[in-house]
């Protein structure tokens, strides 16, 4: 399975740590590396990063390395204080975190999908997502319930199976995938085509 680094260039040390948590809980499986100015990140491997998080200074002092990269390019902003920028997905860091989470997901979810169209403009999004995947048809469906925040119990009643039955497609689920909780589920889901952002 592929685990996608992302780095956060910020110089302020509380959003860093703040946004690391958030990204760790909601893509489990992602590398998730901290820079505090820009020098640092080109120090290491900059082009390695599956998304970059950037704090608004940083990207108007560096637009030439980051506009080739703007699909994989998310600048945090503050609040009301929000640069105009063109095209540029933005993350506002003054939010409760269930907004945070949220957006954040919206924010993975078009950059996959603007990825994906770049490599083969001749495929639907959903298309492209769904090749290869692991699970069974009722595994999705189990999956995509589970997002939704259902119990087992809502689950089962809501499939006409058993409780047992269930439990078991999760354990499935979570085997298949090396995905546990319900927020790296819902990525997958997410960036699978399974289910829209915004109907979580």
Do not use: W
């Amino acid at each position: 399975m592929h685990h996608p680094e992302i780095a956060i260039v910020d110089p302020n040390t509380l959003t860093c740590i703040g946004l690391q948590a958030i990204l760790k809980e909601i893509i489990p499986m992602a590398t998730i590396r901290v820079f505090h100015s820009f020098g640092e990140l080109v120090d290491d491997t900059p082009d390695m990063y599956a998304h970059y998080f950037i704090s608004a200074q940083i990207y108007f002092e560096r637009t030439s390395f980051f506009l080739p990269r703007k699909p994989k390019t998310i600048v945090l902003v503050n609040g009301d204080n929000q640069p105009q920028l063109s095209g540029v997905p933005t993350l506002d860091i003054y939010q409760d975190e269930k907004s945070l989470m949220k957006d954040i997901l919206q924010l993975h979810e078009y950059g996959h999908q603007v990825r994906m169209q770049m490599k083969h403009p001749e495929r639907k999004p959903a298309q492209e997502d769904r090749m290869g995947h692991e699970l069974s048809a009722r595994e999705i469906e189990v999956l995509i319930l589970v997002t939704k925040g259902l119990i087992n119990k809502e689950i089962a009643d809501k499939l006409n199976i058993s409780l047992t039955t269930v439990i078991s497609h999760r354990k499935n689920i979570t085997e298949k995938l090396g995905i546990k909780s319900v927020s790296g589920l819902t990525v997958y889901a997410v960036m699978n085509g399974y289910i829209e952002a915004d109907r979580i």
